[in-house]
């Protein structure tokens, strides 16, 4: 088979699962449900800022949908990061684990902290840290002591693991949890791609101390832009609320402020929004898992490419769908991206690995090979949950 054919291949393979729309872009959003009345009722009562009825009723929904005890509702995915990690300890100083292979939000909610980004591997087939290795690992390059964790080699302490459900596919969150007891590390989850994503019958959010979610526009539901901060954690929650309301003490006039806090509220408006996205969760779910489902039959018999299915101990949500390519057809992937692209069904390639990334170069990693081949090989497919629906 010629390289172009098997690209073109792949396109058809493409084709035969999607509508006979012209373009078919990665991720839209879909408004069909309460929005447009949830907005109209913040315009009509003035309610459209940082307090209101919709943000209250968004924190009990999300509680209520991911079985976590709390949530909090603010601006963006990275601000409920920065805030999990600071109430998890991260001081300045401290390295922070993540995956080299994730959004950059991740590396930068440790680096407002003060924190240092080191950079773990990822595992074949959850896509996320690779706990095996990270044990293995960190039995070579770090040294318990009662103070908690350090880095042999850079003396600094390691505080925190924060491992990334890639695409909506859970990490091994029981053995990662192990490793984070021997280390005494603090596991903080970057659930932002997982709403909806469940391990071994519990939804993401729930092992970790501390979780953030993300409403961003291409995100399973988006609020236009938005987070939230999980927690099973009653106090932590309330400081959670605390910080990310500026740190205001509680009064009916007097402007008091016990620390530097942040402005990171979510305003009423895109809650309103969250809440008519939220009814409709079920819906999309529904549709992403029909259309992945399709995927993985069209690519059952297909050379050289597979579709990547969840962890078998996990149910994802299948935020973004995903293909890999053989190491022998890695080489073809831009063409792939090209041909594709052009033919009017959007692909893109996994990110750039963290630490290729000017500000994190000098960052302290492992040896990255699983997160480097996926880097060559992963390519994203179309996956809004319309796109099940024709
Ligand atoms: C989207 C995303 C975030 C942050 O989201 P924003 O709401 O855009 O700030 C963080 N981590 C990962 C892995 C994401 O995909």
């Known amino acids: 088979m010629t390289a172009d054919g098997f690209s073109q291949g792949v396109l058809r393979t493409l084709r035969q ?9 990665m991720h839209e959003p879909s408004f069909a449900g309460n929005e447009w009345a949830y907005v109209k009722e913040c315009l009509d009562t003035g309610w459209v800022s940082s307090v209101g009825a919709f943000v209250d009723r968004l924190e009990a929904d999300l509680a209520n949908f991911t079985g976590v005890k709390r949530a909090i509702a603010v601006v963006n995915g990275t601000a409920a990061l920065h805030i999990c990690l600071i109430l998890a300890g991260v001081e300045a100083g401290d390295e922070v684990l993540i995956p080299a292979l994730t959004f950059v939000a991740t590396a930068n909610a440790v680096s407002y902290c003060g924190g240092v980004p080191h950079f773990v591997d990822s595992e074949l087939h959850t896509l996320g840290v690779d706990p095996k290795r990270l044990a293995v690992y960190l039995t070579e390059t770090a040294e318990v002591r009662d103070s908690g964790c350090y880095n042999r080699h850079t003396g600094r302490r390691i505080k925190a693991v924060v491992p990334m459900h890639t695409f909506g596919h859970p990490v091994d969150l029981d053995e990662l949890a192990a490793v984070c007891r021997q280390f005494r590390l603090e596991l903080i989850e970057d659930a932002a791609e997982s709403l909806g994503s469940y391990y071994k019958g519990s939804h993401t959010g729930n092992i970790g101390r501390l979780a953030a979610l993300s409403f961003n526009g291409n995100k399973i539901v988006t609020t ?24 205001k003490v509680p009064h009916r006039w007097e402007f008091n402020h016990d620390r530097i806090g942040y402005n990171y509220r979510l305003p009423n408006l895109n809650a309103a929004l969250g809440c008519a996205q939220l009814e409709q969760l079920p819906g999309f779910l529904a549709n992403k898992r029909r259309l992945a489902q399709s995927y993985a039959a069209a690519f059952a018999g297909a050379e050289g490419i597979r579709f990547i299915s969840e962890p078998g101990f996990a149910r994802s949500n299948y935020w973004l769908n995903a293909l890999l390519l053989d190491e022998e057809h890695s080489g073809q992937r831009d063409a792939l991206l090209a041909l594709t692209n052009d033919g009017g069904v959007m692909t893109r390639p996994a990110w750039n690995l963290m ?15 699983v997160a480097e081949s996926l880097e060559r090989r992963l390519i994203n497919i179309p996956s809004s949950a319309r796109l099940a629906e024709g």
């Open 224 to 247: 236009g832009g938005g987070g939230a901060i999980l927690t099973n954690d009653e106090a932590l929650a309330a400081r959670a609320k605390h910080l990310t309301t500026t740190a």
């Open 355 to 369: 630490h290729r990334l000017p500000m994190f170069a000098g960052c302290p990693r492992m040896e990255l090979p």
């Open 17 to 25: 699962v999607l509508p006979a729309d012209h373009s078919i872009s």
